[in-house]
């Protein structure tokens, strides 16, 4: 039976009474029925449907009681329970009509018994939306309509919150990149709104969506398609898993549910372009965002208009739960942020963001305040953006191309001056990095850069106590003289260290270790000397100190591991969440145990070395995560 009432219903939050439309499909014990008729036989266990019309209405009806369609559809179903004993299953069909701008309805349909089990699939009708779909030429120049049905169900031991399944969110997620989408075909497109919808953060546990193509056909309503999908129909494990396979394959890494995969082009050309660069991403991170990857830096010459200074560019993966639209009009308020003003296109900027791949979504958005295509329309012929995406998806398929990452940049001819891999020499995360002015920074393969070590140990191989840095001595520092002759000598950076790592070397105590580099660094910065400096150091808490003091880099003889298994000191925090606080470079060593210990390499030393080695690069890239 139809039953149209009215309850508080649906968790669209109408703070009033709505109508809804109530079917009900009533199993007595041992029979299927809709109405029993009446009979010697059966006449005390017949039900009418009056008499069950009078009960769903009268609960239905009972002021502030339901605050969603879940609640609404149980206690029905528990009052026609109470009502009729031979009554054991109850299906219904609750749908709150327009409840939603561009939908028919929505709603739910249970299946509960008397025992207490119950059954809920949720369903949004006739959501009418426009887009560009289409083969033809005349299809790509002006948006259509689609009509879309989705039909779902949640996890099992989903706790909803009292307003019950969030339905404007949802449809929001579905409409906002349905109308940005411009896909060629109908499948592709519910394809990717079943994606959508499973990643949404929602705990959908399955999907069926139908897609209709009013328009397509002249002797007919409508042409559609739909398709039921599972997270495990696009590549992924379960529903703990994100989004677009494809990507996540690229770049080895699964995004928690609910959030998406996006790859973001950076570029700076003013200021100190390495610190802008660095508070644009720390913005990012303040608004959830976690940034999953990075490519090298590349200084390049500037595009379409030359006549301004060189470019840092480079690219980063995030993960994110935004939307494309939500992700693009948060990139450009972090680029107000940090200080962009407009120019000209293609103009001088103190940072520029933009998205170049979401998921593996195709998007279109000519209108509104931030147009939108995804792919990137002129990734193709830029190599300031293929080059850094070489480094971290060599291998990703453009969705639009259909050609890899690497084959795109191959195809591109070779750029004259050629693009040059820069580095910054300060930490640019420090509260104390300007972002005034342009400080010095290395490029990769332009010369050979000579380190000077400072020992300040007892005990270090050839020069212990030789340059120990004694504070408030009114004799010559022997650390002072040593770093000014390295200077004369050519040293572009200089190493200090407070730890011997030599075989049968005595343990020192963090403590120990700060006195002796802290006092040295502080020393050559009061000096005015400026020449880089890495702390040798395999302790965060060192390291720290010593970045305070004025050094610029971490040079971890343990990669990342911290103390040895055998020392009786331990360690308070990870040396990769102090690199990523002071946005510094950090270089990581391979080394194993103890010097006098533990040599062998089964599968060959330099094999043992690599994967060894890569594993700290990976737990350096899981810690930037957390």
Same mark, same amino acid.
Request: aromatic share 6%; with cysteine.
């Given at each position: 039976?139809?039953?149209?009432?009215?309850?508080?219903?649906?968790?669209?939050?109408?703070?009033?009474?709505?109508?809804?439309?109530?079917?009900?499909?009533?199993?007595?014990?041992?029979?299927?029925?809709?109405?029993?008729?009446?009979?010697?036989?059966?006449?005390?266990?017949?039900?009418?449907?009056?008499?069950?019309?009078?009960?769903?209405?009268?609960?239905?009806?009972?002021?502030?009681?339901?605050?969603?369609?879940?609640?609404?559809?149980?206690?029905?179903?528990?009052?026609?329970?109470?009502?009729?004993?031979?009554?054991?299953?109850?299906?219904?069909?609750?749908?709150?009509?327009?409840?939603?701008?561009?939908?028919?309805?929505?709603?739910?349909?249970?299946?509960?018994?008397?025992?207490?089990?119950?059954?809920?699939?949720?369903?949004?009708?006739?959501?009418?939306?426009?887009?560009?779909?289409?083969?033809?030429?005349?299809?790509?120049?002006?948006?259509?309509?689609?009509?879309?049905?989705?039909?779902?169900?949640?996890?099992?031991?989903?706790?909803?919150?009292?307003?019950?399944?969030?339905?404007?969110?949802?449809?929001?997620?579905?409409?906002?990149?349905?109308?940005?989408?411009?896909?060629?075909?109908?499948?592709?497109?519910?394809?990717?709104?079943?994606?959508?919808?499973?990643?949404?953060?929602?705990?959908?546990?399955?999907?069926?969506?139908?897609?209709?193509?009013?328009?397509?056909?002249?002797?007919?309503?409508?042409?559609?398609?739909?398709?039921?999908?599972?997270?495990?129909?696009?590549?992924?494990?379960?529903?703990?898993?994100?989004?677009?396979?494809?990507?996540?394959?690229?770049? &080895? /890494? @699964?995004? =928690?549910?609910? *959030?998406?995969?996006?790859?973001?082009? $950076?570029? #700076?050309?003013?200021?100190?372009?390495?610190?802008?660069?660095?508070?644009?991403?720390?913005?990012?991170?303040?608004?959830?965002?976690?940034?999953?990857?990075?490519?090298?830096?590349?200084?390049?010459?500037?595009?379409?208009?030359?006549?301004?200074?060189?470019?840092?560019?480079?690219?980063?993966?995030?993960?994110?739960?935004?939307?494309?639209?939500?992700?693009?009009?948060?990139?450009?308020?972090?680029?107000?942020?940090?200080?962009?003003?407009?120019?000209?296109?293609?103009?001088?900027?103190?940072?520029?963001?933009?998205?170049?791949?979401?998921?593996?979504?195709?998007?279109?958005?000519?209108?509104?305040?931030?147009?939108?295509?995804?792919?990137?329309?002129?990734?193709?012929?830029?190599?300031?953006?293929?080059?850094?995406?070489?480094?971290?998806?060599? &291998? /990703? @398929?453009? =969705?639009?191309? *259909?050609?890899?990452?690497?084959?795109? $940049?191959? #195809?591109?001819?070779?750029?004259?001056?050629?693009?040059?891999?820069?580095?910054?020499?300060?930490?640019?995360?420090?509260?104390?990095?300007?972002?005034?002015?342009?400080?010095?920074?290395?490029?990769?393969?332009?010369?050979?850069?000579?380190?000077?070590?400072?020992?300040?140990?007892?005990?270090?191989?050839?020069?212990?106590?030789?340059?120990?840095?004694?504070?408030?001595?009114?004799?010559?520092?022997?650390?002072?003289?040593?770093?000014?002759?390295?200077?004369?000598?050519?040293?572009?950076?200089?190493?200090?260290?407070?730890?011997?790592?030599?075989?049968?070397?005595?343990?020192?105590?963090?403590?120990?270790?700060?006195?002796?580099?802290v006092p040295a660094i502080q020393a050559v910065?009061?000096?005015?000397?400026?020449?880089?400096?890495?702390?040798?150091?395999?302790?965060?808490?060192?390291?720290?100190?010593?970045?305070m003091a004025g050094a610029n880099w971490i040079?971890?003889?343990?990669?990342?591991?911290?103390?040895?298994?055998?020392?009786?000191?331990?360690?308070?925090?990870?040396?990769?969440?102090?690199?990523?606080?002071?946005?510094?470079?950090?270089?990581?060593?391979?080394?194993?145990?103890?010097?006098?210990?533990?040599?062998?390499?089964?599968?060959?030393?330099?094999?043992?070395?690599?994967?060894?080695?890569?594993?700290?690069v990976a737990a350096a890239l899981r810690s930037?995560?957390?």
């Amino acid at each position: 039976m139809n039953l149209a009432t009215r309850a508080i219903s649906l968790p669209i939050r109408l703070p009033r009474s709505n109508h809804c439309m109530v079917s009900r499909y009533i199993r007595l014990l041992g029979r299927r029925t809709g109405l029993v008729l009446a009979s010697s036989k059966n006449f005390n266990e017949s039900v009418s449907y009056g008499s069950i019309c009078k009960v769903a209405e009268a609960c239905a009806s009972e002021k502030g009681k339901f605050s969603s369609v879940e609640s609404l559809s149980k206690g029905i179903a528990d009052a026609c329970f109470d009502a009729f004993r031979s009554i054991n299953e109850v299906r219904s069909v609750i749908e709150k009509r327009r409840a939603l701008l561009h939908a028919q309805g929505a709603g739910i349909k249970s299946v509960q018994l008397r025992q207490g089990t119950e059954n809920q699939t949720y369903f949004v009708r006739s959501l009418e939306l426009s887009t560009i779909i289409g083969l033809h030429p005349w299809e790509r120049l002006e948006k259509q309509l689609v009509r879309l049905d989705l039909e779902w169900s949640l996890e099992s031991n989903v706790s909803l919150p009292p307003t019950g399944f969030d339905f404007r969110n949802l449809v929001a997620r579905v409409s906002d990149f349905t109308v940005a989408s411009a896909y060629q075909t109908v499948e592709s497109l519910a394809a990717a709104i079943a994606q959508v919808v499973l990643q949404a953060g929602q705990h959908i546990n399955e999907i069926t969506v139908r897609v209709g193509k009013p328009s397509a056909l002249m002797m007919a309503d409508t042409a559609a398609v739909q398709i039921t999908r599972t997270l495990s129909d696009f590549g992924l494990p379960g529903p703990a898993n994100g989004p677009a396979s494809a990507l996540c394959s690229a770049l &080895a /890494y @699964t995004p =928690p549910r609910g *959030q998406h995969l996006a790859i973001v082009a $950076l570029g #700076s050309n003013m200021g100190d372009r390495f610190v802008n660069i660095e508070k644009g991403l720390q913005a990012l991170e303040r608004e959830g965002v976690k940034v999953v990857d990075t490519s090298y830096l590349y200084e390049t010459e500037a595009m379409y208009h030359e006549e301004q200074a060189l470019f840092i560019n480079g690219v980063c993966a995030i993960s994110t739960s935004l939307s494309p639209t939500e992700l693009i009009a948060l990139l450009k308020r972090v680029e107000n942020e940090v200080g962009r003003t407009p120019t000209f296109r293609n103009g001088p900027r103190v940072v520029d963001l933009d998205i170049l791949f979401y998921d593996d979504l195709s998007v279109d958005i000519s209108e509104g305040e931030f147009p939108l295509q995804i792919p990137h329309a002129r990734l193709k012929e830029r190599e300031f953006v293929l080059r850094p995406l070489a480094d971290i998806i060599p &291998a /990703y @398929t453009d =969705p639009t191309e *259909q050609k890899s990452i690497q084959n795109l $940049l191959n #195809s591109l001819p070779k750029s004259n001056p050629p693009m040059q891999r820069v580095m910054p020499l300060i930490s640019t995360a420090h509260s104390s990095a300007s972002a005034e002015m342009q400080h010095p920074y290395w490029t990769w393969g332009s010369k050979t850069y000579l380190m000077a070590t400072l020992n300040t140990t007892p005990d270090s191989f050839s020069d212990g106590g030789k340059h120990v840095h004694a504070p408030g001595s009114l004799q010559p520092s022997p650390a002072l003289q040593y770093v000014r002759d390295s200077l004369k000598q050519g040293a572009d950076i200089l190493d200090i260290g407070g730890y011997s790592t030599r075989p049968g070397a005595a343990s020192v105590s963090p403590e120990t270790e700060i006195s002796r580099i802290v006092p040295a660094i502080q020393a050559v910065r009061e000096a005015g000397i400026t020449i880089p400096i890495s702390v040798d150091t395999f302790r965060a808490e060192v390291a720290r100190a010593a970045l305070m003091a004025g050094a610029n880099w971490i040079n971890d003889i343990r990669a990342g591991r911290g103390e040895y298994a055998s020392s009786a000191f331990r360690q308070s925090e990870s040396m990769f969440d102090v690199a990523h606080e002071f946005g510094c470079p950090i270089v990581l060593m391979h080394s194993r145990e103890l010097a006098n210990e533990d040599k062998v390499y089964p599968s060959g030393t330099l094999d043992g070395v690599r994967n060894e080695l890569g594993q700290q690069v990976a737990a350096a890239l899981r810690s930037a995560n957390q």
